[in-house]
């Protein structure tokens, strides 16, 4: 006859679930970030491709290096999403794991202990790759010099006006 947990083994089961659920709830949060980001660049992205098309000498090659950025953003981005998704996996099997090993009675420490630090692991890495898209991303927003200087010409006698 096959013996079935009680309601309090179940309880604490849950229990120790907990945190690896709270955890996915924050994962959660992490992947709304980078789904965010990562949809503001295929934005930009998709803008600065239009205008390369047209655009000839220093403003093209400008698009060009822009365009390059970004699409390596897009890159690293998707590496931190991946890289979270694969950690909430990892989460989610721990959370099966302690259920399986309450049910069965089965002594699955090890296996579960060295999952969580596997998904830690993931974790860790999607965080450090997130960090590489924010550099690379604040590297390449400068607002260009003949923006910052400009000065607009009088349409009268083409002298830039002066300050009343």
């Known amino acids: ?39 503001r660049v295929i934005d930009r992205a998709r803008k600065v491709e239009q205008s390369v098309l047209v655009t ?3 403003e093209h090659d400008r698009l060009v290096a822009e365009i390059r950025v970004l699409d390596k953003r897009m890159s690293v981005v998707n590496g931190a999403i991946f890289l979270s998704v694969a950690s909430g996996c990892a ?5 099966m ?5 309450e049910l069965f009675n089965a002594h699955l420490g090890t296996a579960i202990a060295l999952i969580f630090i596997f998904a830690m692991l993931l974790q860790t890495a999607a965080f450090a790759t997130f960090i590489q898209e924010i550099r690379l991303a ?12 400009h000065q607009v010409e009088d349409e009268d006698d083409g002298e830039a006006p002066t300050g009343a």
């Open 138 to 149: 604040s590297r390449t927003i400068h607002i260009r010099n003949e923006v910052l200087f």
């Open 97 to 101: 794991l302690l259920f399986a090993a």
């Open 56 to 58: 000839r000498g220093g």
């Open 1 to 39: 006859m096959i013996l079935l947990p009680q309601v309090s083994q179940v309880a604490a089961t849950i229990q120790l679930a907990v945190a690896p659920v709270f955890m996915l709830a924050g994962l959660g949060a992490f992947l709304n970030v980078c789904a965010g980001r990562l949809a």
């Open 91 to 95: 989460i989610c099997l721990v959370v």
